[in-house]
């Protein structure tokens, strides 16, 4: 059994088709498919069902996977340790962020990152706090960027607090409200809101601000993109409650700053087990110490990774 037949299966799986994995993976399909055949006689089981219009697992193709993607990460950690061991940081860095992170100019962090580390894959991914944190648990991610209440604290992860500041009113230009500097939760419930979907960390805290004055507002919109949410402000949809460092730099809008504003916490997350060389590296950059962490040890197994041919 070979680590490229395992980097062939995952393609395969990944992408659903031999074809497709084999150009991911440079090579003829003929040769692909040669190698995973050995790879199923070696096995003696089956790994793929084959039909002219799609290719999926079988239950040990599964159970293969699963494994597959540990040896490939383990294989991966390997060489990276290696590499740091001689001085030379490689591998794979793989970095979440909330779309609004502030107290950190990510991109430049990114930049400089990569400017030292040239020979290190950084890969980054957009989502929602909550999901960020999971996608750290599961080894998805090496570090997440965050935005929640103060008072939460992610479980299972090292965290460490960044910046904590007040979320603004952001109305459209020809809004009623765009003549004022100032406004109150009081009025503002009386506008339609445009908001992240119920349930994220991104809308609890505005509903929570609200619900300490025992004040109930209309959020009509839901959405999961702050881009969109601007662009519905601007249309003069509604209003939306934003973090005061992300709405200075928003054109085409007035902001507003609020009495008895909600508040919002941005965190860094990362693995509480031991940080891939690519990652400490990072955190060090950050000036965070990579074996200080702060956060809750939970359950949870390093794991998840994209497939590399």
Not at 19 to 29: E, G, H, K
């Amino acid at each position: 059994m070979e680590l490229q037949q395992m980097r062939y299966v995952l393609a395969v799986a990944e992408l659903g088709s031999f074809t497709r994995a084999a150009q991911q993976c440079l090579v003829v399909q003929s040769a692909l498919s040669h190698q995973i055949a050995r790879l199923e006689k070696e096995l003696g089981a089956r790994l793929f069902d084959r039909t002219s219009r799609r290719v999926r697992l079988t239950p040990a193709g599964e159970a293969f996977l699963t494994h597959a993607g540990q040896a490939l990460e383990a294989a991966e950690r390997a060489r990276s340790e290696v590499a740091a061991a001689v001085g030379e940081v490689r591998g794979r860095l793989a970095v979440g962020a909330i779309p609004t992170i502030g107290s950190v100019d990510l991109s430049a962090a990114l930049g400089a990152f990569r400017l030292r580390h040239p020979k290190v894959r950084v890969v980054l991914r957009e989502g929602a706090s909550k999901d960020l944190v999971q996608e750290v648990r599961d080894g998805a991610l090496d570090v997440a960027f965050l935005g929640v209440l103060p008072s939460y604290r992610p479980a299972g992860v090292n965290d460490r607090e960044l910046a904590t500041g007040e979320l603004v009113a952001v109305v459209a230009p020809d809004h009623p409200l765009a003549g004022e500097t100032e406004v109150g939760l009081d009025r503002l419930v009386r506008e339609t809101f445009v908001d992240h979907p119920a349930g994220t960390a991104a809308r609890a805290q505005s509903d929570e601000a609200f619900a300490a004055m025992g004040l109930t507002r209309e959020v009509a919109f839901e959405v999961g993109s702050t881009d969109f949410i601007v662009r519905l402000v601007r249309s003069g949809l509604g209003v939306a409650l934003q973090p005061a460092v992300f709405a200075e730099q928003l054109t085409g809008v007035h902001v507003l700053r609020v009495r008895e504003a909600p508040a919002r916490t941005e965190r860094l997350v990362w693995s509480r087990f031991r940080p891939t060389p690519a990652a400490a590296a990072f955190l060090t950059g950050l000036g965070v110490d990579p074996t200080a962490g702060t956060g809750e040890a939970a359950g949870g197994t390093p794991g998840g990774r994209e497939a590399d041919c």
